[in-house]
């Protein structure tokens, strides 16, 4: 600069306007058009600066405002900030530190940096990096402050947004790789090392091969890179290997990192080691396999076990069957040793009447009178009238004698056939309850009076020897109940049956003592009996709560009558929607109840 401008500057500095100056000195247009145009150039500087400008005299009073400062401040225009003090723009909290680096500033001359709260108009802070320079006079004496402002809110946040990703990556309880585009590492956390024993410095700029533990064919490896190259996810399943040689099982994401323009930069790998896990299902698939097992044996005895009691309870009512059978049998038997008797009579009256015959033939009319005279006396003698009334009543007594040996050997037969324990068939429930009485006649008879009460019901698809079974149960179980009330006396027992639109019904009811109520809930557990010891297994009413309920997916519940006793009442569905029976079964069903319609 010339010796003349110098003084320009130094007169405009004490006092003496521009125009001043350039009279005195006589410098012209030139000079003043110098000014303007750099006045011109600063003031689009300061507008189109993308941080805030200010100017400050050196009693804190603000001389100039960008406009982007106005906008950091909330104020409506930069004027609005003329002779404010540029403390008041301070967040308090940081005020003392800035008057500290102005004071520090105008001893060393040394620009100051710091980052402090700034505030806006409504009172909100924003935090703010600034930039504090001295502007001097040519004879070096400090005339204003100039302060420049930027605002760090955005960056702060992005920096407090990109910390927790990054504390969270690394304190991830998954193992996570971050690899280039080539599938070189570039980054690794603290779990990964953890999991695998490799360091950071072990695995940068290598690719994650190491892992690889020959558990895998080539193919599954080239599957997961042709995924994630073609930019899609790959999971799975891997067995790796460790630092230390030991194998883990490891599951699997694959990502690609793509930028704006959609190409890959990156691959993201997190591995979650799922080692445990894995040995918990094989433990588990082992327990199943045993289980399975154990089941199988378990449904055989429970077969067995049905079968037993089933037998059991026969055998408790062998001594009735047998006298129930021997008691016709045996009058059958009589009524043939008669049978045999009066056939000796008949055979010697019959020889009379040949001899007839023939002296009738041979006509001999006073020997043929003789000889049937003779025929006469043997009939009287032989009681040949008493013996033919007779007859016709000893063959009626046989028939019935023998219908009812026919009955309970039905019956024992049906409680006897493995196919009614296996096969669904259609059942009619009040002939099931004949038949099981016919079983059961010794055992109730001198204990109850039975009342049948049947109602008119439809066959239902049903294993017929396990329901009967069921019956006998609760038949058995009802006059031991009787007895242990009424001692030889007789009590009542009713049958009764009854159905509605999907299920037939069955009460088994008597007058014995009922059902204590804290053992009602006990009732079908298995082993659970109230009967003396050697009287009972506990698995009566187990079993038949287990094929009512689970065989046939009915019901059975037990209740006390009002006026005293126990009410036992089985329901069964009409069909049975599971997969029990088959299409020919169901068929024969209701072909058999059209029959009987």
Not at 193 to 201: D, E, F, K
Not at 396 to 414: A, P, Y
Request: hydrophobic residues 35%; charged residues 30%.
């Amino acid at each position: 600069m010339s010796e003349k401008k110098s003084m320009d500057l130094d007169e405009t500095a004490n006092g003496v306007t521009p125009a001043e100056a350039l009279q005195k000195h006589n410098t012209g247009s030139l000079y003043f058009t110098y000014l303007k145009e750099s006045e011109d150039r600063f003031r689009d500087l300061l507008d189109t600066a993308p941080f805030g400008v200010l100017e400050v005299s050196m009693e804190g009073k603000i001389l100039l405002a960008s406009p982007q400062c106005a906008a950091l401040h909330q104020v409506p225009h930069p004027d609005e900030l003329m002779g404010v003090s540029v403390t008041d723009l301070i967040a308090a909290v940081d005020r003392k530190l800035f008057s500290a680096r102005l004071g520090l500033l105008v001893k060393s001359h040394e620009r100051q940096q710091l980052e402090i709260l700034m505030q806006r108009r409504d009172g909100t802070t924003f935090h703010c990096e600034v930039w504090v320079s001295l502007q001097c006079n040519t004879k070096g004496q400090p005339i204003v402050f100039t302060i420049v402002e930027r605002d760090l809110s955005a960056f702060k946040a992005a920096h407090e947004e990109i910390q927790k990703m990054s504390l969270a990556v690394e304190q991830s309880a998954s193992a996570i790789v971050i690899t280039d585009s080539h599938g070189r590492v570039e980054y690794v956390n603290r779990c990964f090392t953890t999991l695998t024993g490799y360091r950071p410095g072990d695995v940068i700029g290598r690719g994650l091969a190491i892992l690889k533990a020959g558990q895998h064919s080539p193919d599954e490896y080239q599957s997961m890179a042709q995924a994630v190259r073609a930019g899609r996810d790959w999971r799975g399943v891997l067995r790796n290997e460790k630092k230390n040689g030991d194998l883990y099982w490891s599951r699997e994401m694959v990502s690609p990192v793509k930028d704006a323009n959609g190409v890959i930069r990156n691959y993201l790998t997190i591995q979650e080691d799922i080692s445990e896990h894995r040995a918990m299902e094989e433990e588990l698939r082992e327990k199943h396999e045993q289980l399975k097992a154990a089941m199988d044996t378990l449904s055989r005895s429970q077969v067995r076990l049905i079968e037993q009691e089933k037998m059991a309870g026969v055998g408790q009512l062998a001594a009735g069957v047998a006298h129930e059978i021997n008691n016709p049998l045996g009058f059958v038997i009589s009524n043939f040793g008669s049978l045999e008797k009066y056939l000796s009579r008949l055979r010697r009256v019959l020889g009379e009447y040949r001899q007839l015959r023939d002296l009738v033939i041979t006509d001999d009319p006073v020997a043929a009178r003789e000889q049937a005279e003779r025929v006469e006396s043997l009939e009287k003698e032989l009681k040949m009238q008493f013996i033919l009334d007779d007859l016709a009543d000893l063959f009626h007594e046989s028939h019935e004698g023998l219908e009812r040996v026919r009955k309970i050997v039905k019956g024992l037969r049906t409680f006897a056939r493995i196919d009614s324990a296996t096969v669904f068939e259609p059942y009619d429930l009040n002939e099931g309850l004949q038949e099981t009485l016919v079983v059961a006649k010794n055992e109730v008879k001198h204990s109850a009076v039975v009342e049948e009460d049947y109602g008119a019901l439809p066959l239902v698809s049903a294993l017929g020897g396990r329901i009967n079974q069921v019956l006998l149960n609760l038949i058995v179980n009802a006059a031991q109940a009787i007895r242990l009330k009424h001692g030889d006396g007789m009590g009542s027992l009713r049958l009764h049956t009854w159905a509605d639109d999907e299920s037939v019904y069955c009460a088994v009811e008597d007058n014995g003592p009922g059902v204590p109520s804290e053992n009602r809930e006990k009732l079908f557990e298995p082993f659970f009996t109230t009967k003396p010891a050697g009287q009972g297994t506990g698995l009566g009413l187990s079993i038949s709560y287990d094929i009512v309920v689970n065989k046939h997916h009915g019901e059975i519940w037990a209740e006390n009558r009002p006026e005293g006793g126990a009410r036992f009442v089985i329901r069964l569905p009409q069909r049975q929607l599971q997969n029990d029976e088959d299409d020919n079964g169901q068929q024969k069903m209701e072909d058999q109840g059209k029959k009987r319609r």
